[in-house]
């Protein structure tokens, strides 16, 4: 599925509307933003919703030095320390670091063998308490199925192809969103390039289109998010930009989510419009794979009334990239005003020094973890878009302190933001 990147503009004279603080305060806020979800979220991983309210009721759940019910240490959560993040954001990371040493280029081959050695030795700069490396725990049925295929290192898209397809063409797990929101950050100006570089990404180990398209949508936000564009803009009238790379839907348009959903979700909606049936119709011409695309079936998972509309604690469902997707969009699009806040939580704000943002997102991102099922990822996605919006200074401070490897996330940060923004 990987194909000759584009040839990207040149980083204009004025890529953003932001000031360089705002656009690194940004990228920092996804990249914090997604690894306090995915630390959070690991609390009800693979509970269902039950279990998840028998262990911590209505909520919250403690981390850093904000209170809560103590987190069930059980076999599973075992495996992380207190405040660790999951394979979700080691990923990330990995792709990240491969991402700034080639100036802000997807390379697939460096990534897969990045991959293969963490798989094989984990993220030894991550050691804590004594341990030479922190292993790669957690890695899901996809992408442990890919790593292992014998073509994977010469070529990994082929080999997710084949993974892909002896699982009968319907393998469209959330393994790949979970690491990709940074990919709108490298070449943010350029739509076109942030969509070839994620499908690129994503690729690497996941074939089946609705996992690539869940991808484009998080970081063509992200993008938009970064050039600072003014709402008509951010719902995609400028679509010339991208239109000489990817091609747009001609005909089988969907209805606008606009008469439903106000704000975000018209900007999600106009993303859909424009990239999700040309990406769900990739194999239209194959002759091997058969994949019909289905717009209705994505925005029946972005369209959604609450939460519970997507059943995110269901065993057998839990891992599905739509899931992932709406859950994330969902808590994206949520109302961010200090006339949210309840009492105790403004009592928690003035002790904390949080801000009103901050105090939003744990009530947010609690609120998704309580949902259970494949909870870190659904947090990780949902704490990336949130966080990239509300900036890493909105991000609350008695959270943050309890983050693990904060330091090298920060670095990488860093380094990000001056690969995108010299």
């Not at 897969?112 to 991550?126: C, E, R, T, V, Y």
């Not at 008509?232 to 005909?251: K, N, T, W, Y």
Request: net charge negative.
């Amino acid at each position: 599925m990987s194909t000759p990147l584009p040839t990207f503009k040149s980083r204009p004279e004025q890529p953003t509307s932001l000031s360089k603080e705002e656009f690194s305060d940004k990228v920092r806020g996804l990249l914090f933003g997604a690894a306090l979800g995915d630390a959070y979220g690991v609390a009800t991983e693979f509970m269902t919703r039950q279990q998840a309210e028998h262990f911590y009721g209505k909520g919250p759940i403690a981390f850093g030095s904000a209170a809560g019910a103590h987190v069930e240490r059980d076999g599973h959560r075992r495996r992380w320390k207190e405040g660790e993040w999951t394979d979700d954001t080691d990923q990330q990371l990995l792709l990240l670091n491969t991402v700034i040493k080639n100036a802000g280029l997807v390379k697939p081959a460096q990534f897969a063998q990045s991959l293969i050695d963490w798989l094989k030795n984990g993220f030894p700069k991550l050691a804590i308490d004594g341990n030479q490396t922190k292993l790669a725990n957690g890695i899901g049925f996809t992408v442990g199925q890919v790593l292992r295929h014998p073509a994977f290192l010469s070529e990994p898209s082929a080999a997710a192809m084949a993974v892909w397809m002896r699982c009968g063409c319907n393998l469209a797990a959330n393994g790949a969103v979970m690491r990709t929101a940074c990919l709108g950050v490298p070449f943010f100006w350029d739509e076109a390039t942030v969509v070839q570089q994620t499908i690129d990404g994503a690729a690497v180990t996941h074939a089946d289109p609705r996992s690539i398209v869940s991808c484009v949508i998080v970081t063509v936000l992200v993008s938009r998010m970064l050039r600072g564009l003014n709402k008509a803009e951010l719902e995609g009238q400028h679509r010339g930009r991208a239109d000489e790379h990817v091609p747009l839907p001609s005909q089988n348009r969907t209805s606008s989510l606009a008469s439903n959903k106000a704000g975000i979700y018209q900007i999600v909606q106009s993303i859909i419009d424009q990239y999700a049936l040309s990406i769900l119709s990739i194999y239209a011409d194959d002759k091997v794979v058969t994949f019909e695309p289905d717009l209705e079936l994505l925005q029946s998972h972005i369209l959604i009334g609450t939460l519970r509309d997507l059943d995110l604690h269901n065993g057998s469902t839990m891992g599905y990239t739509y899931k992932c997707l709406g859950s994330a969009v969902h808590c994206f699009a949520r109302e961010l005003t200090d006339c949210e806040l309840t009492q105790a939580e403004r009592a928690v704000m003035n002790k904390s020094g949080n801000t009103f943002q901050g105090e939003l997102f744990k009530r947010i991102i609690t609120e998704l973890t309580l949902e259970a099922g494949d909870a870190d990822t659904n947090c990780t996605v949902a704490g990336a878009l949130l966080g990239c919006r509300i900036g890493y200074t909105n991000l609350p401070k008695d959270w943050l302190e309890g983050l693990q490897h904060s330091e090298y996330l920060m670095q990488v940060a860093n380094q990000l933001c001056n690969v995108a923004l010299p």
